[in-house]
């Protein structure tokens, strides 16, 4: 890297060191920010300091002294790309993860797009890869209606409820957050999207991943990009879930964290929303129609721009146990 070091380089340099996971990443930039230490002075640090004090290691203090070409070329191709990286506890980073995921929150992001949408109040959707038409239909209701509201619509990137939110929200003129399951150097625009907003133009769309930029899909990202999602909203609506999978663990989430959690509940529920009254019978509230034919957003439209949180009634190990007695 040409220049001084920034703390985005070195956090990135530290993602990619051996041993070093999410939770000792956001250990040292605890430190870090609470210590006001910038990159070059905490690269002056004796290695013996670095080791006690934040309990690195000696092959990951070497990757940031040293890094590897590997890491360096990545870093300057993301560059060339317009890639953003925010930094937990730095200026930039997005402040309502912080407020809720606190110990979990990722210990940085990758962005592409209108940074400006995470200014904006925002509704999380998780539903089915495979969603039932009709389950398909109330989510693409859903985002128009918010996006008319000019609130942004958070979801993931796969086929189903995700990319169905995200079109209709695009079509009705509002913007979209999607969310990756895997590095962002694997982003591309979808067919699904790409008509609605012209290729390459993302002023009205912010990509965000946690992950490694070259790190490809796993299952085991999607649930924890998820959590991510739960803690870039100011509510979440469930479209159709399982009682088991991602779209669960989110619902799951929603409750641990006393996040506003609305669920659609179906009169004849298709196979993939099994799981919808397991949520509406743990204090989900209800999305319901109104009299005009139209999903009724009131209640979670006055949480998201009102604020405030949920207690709900079973409380987090009961949810724990909940969820293990419906995954059996």
């Not at 993602?15 to 002075?41: C, F, M, Y």
């Not at 560059?79 to 930094?87: E, Q, R, S, T, Y």
């Not at 189903?160 to 895997?182: I, K």
């Not at 625009?189 to 008509?195: F, H, V």
Request: one cysteine or more; hydrophobic letters at 40%; charged letters at 20%.
């Amino acid at each position: 890297m040409r220049g001084l070091p920034t703390i985005e380089f070195l956090t990135f340099c530290l993602q990619q060191a051996p041993g070093v996971g999410d939770a000792t990443l956001r250990s040292v930039l605890k430190r870090i920010s609470e210590e006001g230490l910038s990159a070059a002075k905490f690269l002056q640090l004796s290695d013996q300091t670095i080791q006690s004090h934040y309990r690195l290691k000696l092959p990951a203090i070497a990757a940031l002294r040293h890094p590897e070409p590997d890491t360096s070329e990545t870093w300057e191709r993301m560059l060339a790309d317009f890639v953003k990286v925010l930094v937990f506890g730095q200026p930039g980073y997005p402040p309502q993860l912080q407020n809720l995921l606190r110990g979990k929150v990722p210990p940085i992001l990758f962005a592409l797009g209108n940074l400006d949408l995470f200014q904006l109040p925002a509704v999380g959707f998780c539903g089915s890869r495979k969603a039932s038409d009709k389950g398909l239909q109330v989510a693409s209701e859903c985002a128009r209606l918010l996006a008319q509201q000019r609130i942004n619509v958070v979801s993931g990137y796969a086929h189903g409820v995700d990319l169905a939110a995200h079109r209709a929200a695009l079509e009705s003129g509002g913007t979209t957050t999607l969310v990756l399951a895997e590095g962002i150097r694997h982003f591309r625009l979808k067919e699904e999207i790409r008509d609605v907003v012209g290729e390459g133009d993302l002023s009205r769309i912010l990509v965000v991943s946690e992950f490694s930029p070259d790190l490809p899909w796993r299952a085991h990202n999607a649930m924890t990009r998820n959590r991510t999602i739960c803690g870039l909203a100011r509510a979440l609506i469930v479209i159709e879930s399982g009682l088991k999978g991602g779209t669960f663990e989110a619902g799951i989430t929603a409750l641990e964290l006393g996040e506003p959690l609305f669920c659609v509940e179906y009169a004849d529920p298709a196979p993939s929303a099994t799981g919808n009254a397991f949520f509406l019978q743990q204090g989900a509230f209800n999305l319901k129609r109104s009299r005009d034919g139209q999903p009724n957003l009131s209640k979670l439209l006055s949480f998201v721009r009102n604020g405030g949180r949920v207690d709900y009634p079973p409380g987090g190990q009961a949810v724990m146990l909940l969820k293990e007695k419906a995954e059996s």
